[in-house]
């Protein structure tokens, strides 16, 4: 159970572009969705927290325009990265949670951005 | 912002040997969990720890919360090759805007030799 699949697991693209994540939770229906970046070999930061029908919380630093979320439903959330530069070039993972129950992983989506 | 410090930040050791890691914090959380990350996907929860003192087992893995809630240990016995990974710590805690969020140790990056 507590199945996170995220989509597209790579996406290679031109700068400029937008592009778009999605994130599922499979056999649970999830309060609250959550965004991460990793860079290599580092610890997984917090981009936003975003709970079904209602505005993402963001953290400190993270540009809610760059970085677009809806949670239409209580099984997706997307994450949109506009007009995305190289140094948008990460590893961006989302999770979902039940209540207060630990939050259960996505696989990851590897952006690359030429 | 808040920090977990996790130790060892990496380790060699022989198929068979037992592995220990730690986290702590001079904060307190509700919860502390402990993920397993390999390369390229995305964390997968191994054990989660409610209670102060409380010890808990998951085959080979053992992780303990500790009584002041501000440090965890994991345990793994009797390695075996796929145990390499990154393991990382990470403890819940409520913002002052009353949501719930994870923040996590630097991880510990396990290499077991066959």
């Known amino acids: 159970g507590a199945v996170v699949s995220q989509h597209p697991s790579r996406v290679i693209c031109k700068s400029g572009t937008s592009v778009k994540i999605e994130c599922r939770s499979l056999?649970?229906?999830?309060?609250?969705m959550f965004w991460y970046r990793q860079f290599p070999k580092q610890s997984l930061m917090l981009m936003a927290t975003s709970n079904e029908g209602s505005k993402a919380t963001y953290e400190q630093g993270v540009e809610k325009d760059k970085f677009l979320i809806n949670h239409a439903s209580l099984t997706l959330s997307t994450l949109t990265v506009t007009s995305a530069h190289p140094e948008d070039s990460s590893f961006y993972i989302c999770?979902?949670?039940?209540?207060?129950?630990?939050?259960?992983f996505g696989d990851g989506t590897r952006l690359s951005i030429l | 912002g808040q920090q977990l410090n996790q130790s060892p930040q990496s380790m060699f050791i022989q198929e068979g040997e037992d592995v220990s890691m730690n986290c702590t914090s001079s904060?307190?959380?509700?919860?502390w969990l402990w993920y397993k990350q390999d390369p390229g996907e995305g964390p997968v929860l191994l054990i989660a720890?409610?209670?102060?003192?409380e010890l808990t087992s998951n085959g080979r893995l053992t992780a303990q919360f500790g009584i002041t809630r501000k440090d965890s240990f994991l345990n793994i016995s009797a390695s075996i090759p796929s145990d390499v990974g990154i393991y990382f710590c990470?403890?819940?805690?409520?913002?002052?805007?009353?949501?719930?969020?994870?923040?996590f140790g630097k991880g510990t990056k396990l290499t077991v030799n066959p």
């Open positions: 056999d649970f229906q999830a309060t609250t």
């Open positions: 904060s307190i959380f509700n919860t």
């Open positions: 999770s979902a949670r039940v209540g207060s129950s630990p939050q259960h």
């Open positions: 720890l409610y209670k102060a003192g």
């Open positions: 990470a403890g819940d805690k409520i913002t002052q805007g009353g949501s719930e969020k994870l923040v």
